[in-house]
Protein backbone atom coordinates (compact mmCIF):
# COMPACT_ATOMS: atom_id res chain seq x y z
CA UNK A 1 0.00 0.00 0.00
CA UNK A 2 2.83 2.97 1.30
CA UNK A 3 4.62 1.10 -1.91
CA UNK A 4 1.79 2.49 -4.00
CA UNK A 5 1.28 5.46 -2.38
CA UNK A 6 5.12 6.47 -3.29
CA UNK A 7 4.69 5.34 -6.89
CA UNK A 8 1.33 7.50 -7.44
CA UNK A 9 2.57 10.48 -5.73
CA UNK A 10 5.98 10.23 -7.69
CA UNK A 11 4.12 10.24 -11.11
CA UNK A 12 1.95 12.84 -10.96
CA UNK A 13 4.69 14.79 -9.13
CA UNK A 14 7.06 14.29 -12.20
CA UNK A 15 3.75 15.13 -14.46
CA UNK A 16 3.32 18.29 -12.45
CA UNK A 17 7.30 18.83 -12.42
CA UNK A 18 7.36 18.57 -16.53
CA UNK A 19 4.07 20.15 -17.50
CA UNK A 20 6.10 23.29 -15.36
CA UNK A 21 9.04 22.82 -17.00
CA UNK A 22 7.65 22.43 -20.51
CA UNK A 23 3.86 24.10 -20.90
CA UNK A 24 4.07 26.43 -18.27
CA UNK A 25 1.82 24.49 -16.09
CA UNK A 26 -1.40 24.62 -18.48
CA UNK A 27 -2.08 20.95 -18.54
CA UNK A 28 -5.03 19.76 -16.65
CA UNK A 29 -3.86 18.57 -13.20
CA UNK A 30 -0.35 19.53 -13.94
CA UNK A 31 1.87 22.03 -11.72
CA UNK A 32 -1.23 23.30 -10.00
CA UNK A 33 -2.91 19.98 -9.24
CA UNK A 34 -4.40 20.23 -5.46
CA UNK A 35 -5.89 17.22 -5.35
CA UNK A 36 -3.13 14.27 -4.14
CA UNK A 37 -2.53 14.42 -0.47
CA UNK A 38 -0.11 11.30 0.40
CA UNK A 39 -2.77 11.22 3.71
CA UNK A 40 -5.32 9.27 2.13
CA UNK A 41 -5.37 5.74 1.20
CA UNK A 42 -3.98 5.23 -2.67
CA UNK A 43 -6.28 2.70 -3.65
CA UNK A 44 -9.50 4.32 -2.51
CA UNK A 45 -11.85 6.13 -4.88
CA UNK A 46 -11.54 9.70 -3.77
CA UNK A 47 -7.52 9.40 -3.93
CA UNK A 48 -7.22 7.40 -7.46
CA UNK A 49 -10.01 10.22 -8.85
CA UNK A 50 -8.36 13.21 -7.36
CA UNK A 51 -4.80 11.59 -9.59
CA UNK A 52 -3.10 13.95 -12.02
CA UNK A 53 -3.11 10.66 -14.47
CA UNK A 54 -6.39 9.54 -13.78
CA UNK A 55 -7.76 13.85 -14.33
CA UNK A 56 -5.82 13.76 -17.03
CA UNK A 57 -7.23 10.97 -19.18
CA UNK A 58 -10.70 11.94 -17.81
CA UNK A 59 -10.68 15.47 -19.24
CA UNK A 60 -8.93 14.09 -22.83
CA UNK A 61 -11.62 11.53 -22.93
CA UNK A 62 -14.20 14.10 -22.46
CA UNK A 63 -13.32 17.02 -23.99
CA UNK A 64 -13.00 14.46 -27.04
CA UNK A 65 -16.18 12.62 -26.70
CA UNK A 66 -18.43 15.68 -27.72
CA UNK A 67 -20.94 15.25 -24.72
CA UNK A 68 -22.70 18.19 -24.01
CA UNK A 69 -21.21 20.78 -21.30
CA UNK A 70 -23.82 20.24 -18.71
CA UNK A 71 -22.82 16.33 -18.57
CA UNK A 72 -19.24 16.99 -18.85
CA UNK A 73 -19.28 19.30 -15.51
CA UNK A 74 -21.23 16.32 -13.97
CA UNK A 75 -19.14 13.87 -14.63
CA UNK A 76 -15.94 16.07 -13.24
CA UNK A 77 -18.12 17.07 -10.22
CA UNK A 78 -18.92 13.10 -9.58
CA UNK A 79 -14.90 12.20 -10.19
CA UNK A 80 -12.95 14.01 -8.07
CA UNK A 81 -13.64 17.67 -9.36
CA UNK A 82 -11.36 19.77 -11.63
CA UNK A 83 -9.22 23.05 -11.78
CA UNK A 84 -10.69 26.44 -12.60
CA UNK A 85 -13.02 25.79 -15.74
CA UNK A 86 -11.38 29.30 -17.79
CA UNK A 87 -12.69 29.06 -20.71
CA UNK A 88 -15.87 29.42 -22.30
CA UNK A 89 -17.41 28.79 -26.04
CA UNK A 90 -18.26 31.70 -28.40
CA UNK A 91 -21.84 30.59 -28.37
CA UNK A 92 -21.86 30.38 -24.36
CA UNK A 93 -20.32 34.02 -24.36
CA UNK A 94 -22.49 35.58 -26.35
CA UNK A 95 -25.88 34.13 -24.46
CA UNK A 96 -24.13 35.18 -20.95
CA UNK A 97 -23.64 38.78 -22.48
CA UNK A 98 -27.68 38.50 -23.69
CA UNK A 99 -28.82 37.56 -20.10
CA UNK A 100 -26.33 40.22 -18.82
CA UNK A 101 -27.59 43.12 -20.76
CA UNK A 102 -31.36 42.12 -20.37
CA UNK A 103 -30.86 42.37 -16.84
CA UNK A 104 -29.60 46.06 -16.64
CA UNK A 105 -31.82 46.87 -19.92
CA UNK A 106 -33.62 48.82 -16.91
CA UNK A 107 -35.50 51.27 -19.48
CA UNK A 108 -39.46 51.86 -18.37
CA UNK A 109 -41.93 49.93 -20.23
CA UNK A 110 -44.87 52.76 -21.56
CA UNK A 111 -48.45 52.20 -21.26
CA UNK A 112 -48.82 50.69 -25.05
CA UNK A 113 -45.99 48.20 -24.10
CA UNK A 114 -47.52 47.30 -20.78
CA UNK A 115 -50.70 46.84 -22.27
CA UNK A 116 -49.33 44.52 -25.57
CA UNK A 117 -48.00 42.40 -23.22
CA UNK A 118 -50.94 41.93 -21.41
CA UNK A 119 -53.01 41.66 -24.61
CA UNK A 120 -50.64 38.94 -25.73
CA UNK A 121 -51.35 36.83 -22.55
CA UNK A 122 -54.95 36.42 -24.15
CA UNK A 123 -53.90 33.91 -26.74
CA UNK A 124 -52.03 31.57 -24.08
CA UNK A 125 -55.19 31.68 -21.75
CA UNK A 126 -57.84 30.49 -24.30
CA UNK A 127 -55.00 27.74 -25.37
CA UNK A 128 -54.67 26.93 -21.31
CA UNK A 129 -58.52 26.53 -21.41
CA UNK A 130 -59.07 24.07 -24.52
CA UNK A 131 -56.34 22.27 -23.15
CA UNK A 132 -57.84 21.86 -19.38
CA UNK A 133 -61.05 21.68 -20.26
CA UNK A 134 -60.05 18.45 -22.30
CA UNK A 135 -57.94 17.23 -19.62
CA UNK A 136 -61.47 17.37 -17.28
CA UNK A 137 -63.75 16.02 -19.67
CA UNK A 138 -61.39 12.61 -19.81
CA UNK A 139 -60.79 12.39 -16.16
CA UNK A 140 -62.52 10.16 -14.03
CA UNK A 141 -65.14 11.50 -11.52
CA UNK A 142 -63.03 10.39 -8.97
CA UNK A 143 -60.14 12.93 -10.04
CA UNK A 144 -63.10 15.64 -11.01
CA UNK A 145 -64.25 15.17 -7.15
CA UNK A 146 -60.27 15.92 -5.87
CA UNK A 147 -59.19 19.68 -5.15
CA UNK A 148 -57.09 18.69 -8.34
CA UNK A 149 -60.20 18.33 -10.30
CA UNK A 150 -61.56 21.27 -8.65
CA UNK A 151 -58.87 23.47 -9.65
CA UNK A 152 -59.61 22.52 -13.26
CA UNK A 153 -63.17 23.16 -13.38
CA UNK A 154 -62.38 26.64 -11.76
CA UNK A 155 -59.69 27.29 -14.40
CA UNK A 156 -62.03 26.30 -16.94
CA UNK A 157 -65.05 28.79 -15.96
CA UNK A 158 -62.52 31.96 -15.22
CA UNK A 159 -62.25 34.23 -17.87
CA UNK A 160 -59.68 35.90 -19.24
CA UNK A 161 -59.16 39.77 -17.54
CA UNK A 162 -57.02 42.33 -19.31
CA UNK A 163 -56.84 44.26 -16.32
CA UNK A 164 -55.72 41.06 -14.44
CA UNK A 165 -52.83 40.56 -17.13
CA UNK A 166 -51.93 44.12 -17.32
CA UNK A 167 -51.85 44.23 -13.43
CA UNK A 168 -49.55 40.81 -14.02
CA UNK A 169 -47.50 42.52 -16.47
CA UNK A 170 -46.48 45.85 -14.35
CA UNK A 171 -45.99 43.62 -11.53
CA UNK A 172 -43.11 42.04 -13.12
CA UNK A 173 -41.94 44.88 -14.73
CA UNK A 174 -41.22 46.26 -10.76
CA UNK A 175 -40.01 42.76 -9.76
CA UNK A 176 -37.46 43.17 -12.07
CA UNK A 177 -36.35 46.13 -10.89
CA UNK A 178 -36.30 45.09 -6.98
CA UNK A 179 -34.21 41.95 -8.62
CA UNK A 180 -31.93 44.06 -10.47
CA UNK A 181 -31.28 45.85 -6.90
CA UNK A 182 -30.91 43.02 -5.00
CA UNK A 183 -29.37 40.58 -7.32
CA UNK A 184 -25.60 42.27 -7.75
CA UNK A 185 -23.89 40.35 -10.15
CA UNK A 186 -26.09 37.39 -10.63
CA UNK A 187 -26.99 36.74 -14.35
CA UNK A 188 -29.96 34.13 -14.56
CA UNK A 189 -28.94 31.80 -17.37
CA UNK A 190 -31.95 29.41 -17.28
CA UNK A 191 -33.99 30.76 -20.55
CA UNK A 192 -30.80 30.75 -22.59
CA UNK A 193 -31.13 26.61 -23.75
CA UNK A 194 -31.03 23.31 -22.10
CA UNK A 195 -27.59 24.05 -22.04
CA UNK A 196 -26.80 26.70 -20.35
CA UNK A 197 -29.59 26.62 -17.89
CA UNK A 198 -28.26 22.93 -16.54
CA UNK A 199 -24.85 23.81 -16.99
CA UNK A 200 -24.30 27.14 -15.13
CA UNK A 201 -27.83 28.20 -14.33
CA UNK A 202 -26.81 31.45 -12.62
CA UNK A 203 -23.34 32.80 -12.59
CA UNK A 204 -21.75 35.92 -11.47
CA UNK A 205 -20.40 38.57 -13.86
CA UNK A 206 -18.03 41.13 -12.65
CA UNK A 207 -17.18 44.10 -14.60
CA UNK A 208 -13.46 44.94 -14.84
CA UNK A 209 -11.68 48.15 -15.08
CA UNK A 210 -10.75 48.82 -19.00
CA UNK A 211 -14.58 47.42 -20.00
CA UNK A 212 -13.39 43.80 -19.70
CA UNK A 213 -15.41 41.21 -17.46
CA UNK A 214 -15.03 38.07 -14.56
CA UNK A 215 -17.19 35.44 -15.17
CA UNK A 216 -17.21 33.33 -12.12
CA UNK A 217 -19.50 30.02 -11.08
CA UNK A 218 -19.12 27.34 -8.77
CA UNK A 219 -20.30 24.15 -9.69
CA UNK A 220 -21.80 22.37 -7.22
CA UNK A 221 -25.05 20.60 -5.92
CA UNK A 222 -26.85 22.54 -3.52
CA UNK A 223 -29.16 21.20 -0.50
CA UNK A 224 -33.23 21.05 -1.00
CA UNK A 225 -33.28 24.33 1.36
CA UNK A 226 -30.50 26.17 -0.61
CA UNK A 227 -32.46 25.52 -3.89
CA UNK A 228 -35.24 26.45 -2.25
CA UNK A 229 -35.86 28.34 1.21
CA UNK A 230 -38.17 27.07 3.46
CA UNK A 231 -38.30 23.59 1.77
CA UNK A 232 -37.07 21.28 4.93
CA UNK A 233 -39.23 23.31 7.17
CA UNK A 234 -42.28 21.36 5.30
CA UNK A 235 -40.92 17.73 5.42
CA UNK A 236 -39.32 18.35 1.62
CA UNK A 237 -35.73 17.09 2.15
CA UNK A 238 -33.68 15.56 -0.18
CA UNK A 239 -33.73 11.57 -0.98
CA UNK A 240 -31.20 9.02 -2.12
CA UNK A 241 -33.52 8.64 -5.72
CA UNK A 242 -34.59 12.22 -6.04
CA UNK A 243 -31.79 15.83 -5.28
CA UNK A 244 -33.92 18.51 -5.97
CA UNK A 245 -30.74 19.63 -7.40
CA UNK A 246 -30.85 17.35 -10.06
CA UNK A 247 -33.84 17.22 -10.82
CA UNK A 248 -33.86 17.61 -14.08
CA UNK A 249 -32.00 14.63 -14.38
CA UNK A 250 -34.54 12.55 -12.49
CA UNK A 251 -33.16 9.50 -10.27
CA UNK A 252 -29.81 8.32 -11.76
CA UNK A 253 -28.28 11.49 -11.40
CA UNK A 254 -29.26 11.68 -7.89
CA UNK A 255 -28.03 8.01 -6.71
CA UNK A 256 -25.12 8.46 -8.53
CA UNK A 257 -24.15 11.76 -6.53
CA UNK A 258 -25.28 10.19 -3.30
CA UNK A 259 -22.83 7.12 -4.15
CA UNK A 260 -20.27 9.66 -5.21
CA UNK A 261 -20.10 11.40 -1.42
CA UNK A 262 -20.54 8.37 0.09
CA UNK A 263 -16.99 7.35 -1.45
CA UNK A 264 -15.83 10.58 -1.22
CA UNK A 265 -15.45 11.15 -5.31
CA UNK A 266 -17.90 13.98 -5.49
CA UNK A 267 -15.81 17.59 -5.45
CA UNK A 268 -17.42 20.81 -6.15
CA UNK A 269 -15.25 22.96 -8.41
CA UNK A 270 -15.19 26.46 -9.75
CA UNK A 271 -15.56 27.99 -12.98
CA UNK A 272 -13.69 31.23 -13.32
CA UNK A 273 -13.76 32.85 -17.12
CA UNK A 274 -11.28 36.62 -18.09
CA UNK A 275 -12.89 38.30 -20.97
CA UNK A 276 -10.46 40.55 -21.84
CA UNK A 277 -12.06 44.46 -22.56
CA UNK A 278 -11.73 43.89 -26.46
CA UNK A 279 -13.18 40.04 -26.58
CA UNK A 280 -16.42 40.80 -24.52
CA UNK A 281 -16.63 44.52 -26.69
CA UNK A 282 -16.93 42.15 -29.34
CA UNK A 283 -19.35 39.86 -28.01
CA UNK A 284 -22.25 39.88 -29.74
CA UNK A 285 -25.04 39.20 -26.86
CA UNK A 286 -27.78 36.74 -27.48
CA UNK A 287 -30.83 35.82 -26.14
CA UNK A 288 -32.05 32.07 -27.12
CA UNK A 289 -35.65 32.93 -28.11
CA UNK A 290 -38.55 30.89 -27.12
CA UNK A 291 -41.08 28.86 -29.04
CA UNK A 292 -44.50 30.86 -30.06
CA UNK A 293 -46.59 31.91 -27.01
CA UNK A 294 -49.09 29.66 -28.64
CA UNK A 295 -46.98 26.24 -28.91
CA UNK A 296 -47.73 23.90 -26.31
CA UNK A 297 -45.29 22.38 -23.93
CA UNK A 298 -45.22 18.57 -23.57
CA UNK A 299 -43.64 17.91 -19.98
CA UNK A 300 -42.84 14.42 -21.42
CA UNK A 301 -40.92 15.85 -24.08
CA UNK A 302 -39.27 18.43 -22.01
CA UNK A 303 -38.42 15.50 -20.00
CA UNK A 304 -36.68 13.75 -22.56
CA UNK A 305 -34.95 16.71 -23.91
CA UNK A 306 -33.27 17.72 -20.69
CA UNK A 307 -32.09 14.26 -20.16
CA UNK A 308 -31.31 12.86 -23.23
CA UNK A 309 -32.42 9.38 -24.65
CA UNK A 310 -30.48 6.63 -22.98
CA UNK A 311 -30.87 8.68 -19.36
CA UNK A 312 -34.08 9.24 -20.11
CA UNK A 313 -34.64 5.40 -20.59
CA UNK A 314 -32.49 4.09 -17.92
CA UNK A 315 -34.75 6.61 -15.18
CA UNK A 316 -37.88 5.05 -17.05
CA UNK A 317 -36.35 1.48 -16.19
CA UNK A 318 -35.54 2.98 -12.96
CA UNK A 319 -39.30 4.16 -12.07
CA UNK A 320 -40.68 0.37 -13.48
CA UNK A 321 -38.71 -1.41 -10.82
CA UNK A 322 -39.07 0.92 -8.01
CA UNK A 323 -43.09 1.03 -8.66
CA UNK A 324 -42.85 -3.32 -8.65
CA UNK A 325 -40.96 -3.21 -5.35
CA UNK A 326 -42.99 -0.50 -3.56
CA UNK A 327 -45.67 0.70 -5.92
CA UNK A 328 -46.70 4.41 -4.73
CA UNK A 329 -50.48 5.46 -4.22
CA UNK A 330 -51.80 7.60 -7.67
CA UNK A 331 -53.61 10.61 -6.94
CA UNK A 332 -55.14 10.82 -10.19
CA UNK A 333 -55.59 8.75 -13.83
CA UNK A 334 -52.13 9.93 -15.62
CA UNK A 335 -53.56 7.94 -19.08
CA UNK A 336 -56.58 10.17 -18.59
CA UNK A 337 -54.97 13.13 -18.16
CA UNK A 338 -52.26 14.15 -20.65
CA UNK A 339 -49.89 16.92 -18.87
CA UNK A 340 -49.77 19.17 -21.96
CA UNK A 341 -50.32 22.28 -21.03
CA UNK A 342 -50.17 25.88 -23.83
CA UNK A 343 -46.98 27.70 -23.10
CA UNK A 344 -46.61 30.58 -20.77
CA UNK A 345 -49.92 29.13 -18.93
CA UNK A 346 -47.64 28.04 -16.49
CA UNK A 347 -45.88 31.40 -15.60
Known sequence: MEFFQKF??????????ADKALFGGVLPGGADNKFISSPQNPLSPAAVVRSAPFQTARDFLLEKSGLPKPEQFYIKGMTGGSRDINKMTPEELALVKGSYNEKYNTRPLSDEEMFNMAKMQQSS????????????TAASQETKNSPFGQAMFNAINEPFDINKALESVKLA??????????SGPVVNLYGQGR??????GNLSVYPQPGGGVQIYDRWKVDKANQVIPGMEKIGIKDQPDSVLDLGEGGP????????????????????????SPQ?????????????????????????KDEQGFLLNQINDLYYKIKQKIAPS????????????FPKGSLN
Do not use: C
Open 329 to 340: PQLFDEKAIPLT
Open 173 to 182: SEMKKDYVKK
Open 252 to 275: IPSLIYNAAKSLGTYEPFDIRVNV
Open 279 to 303: EWQNVQGKINNPTSSNAKIDMNTVK
Open 8 to 17: LNRVGRTYGQ
Open 195 to 200: DMKMAY
Open 125 to 136: HANFVKETKKNY
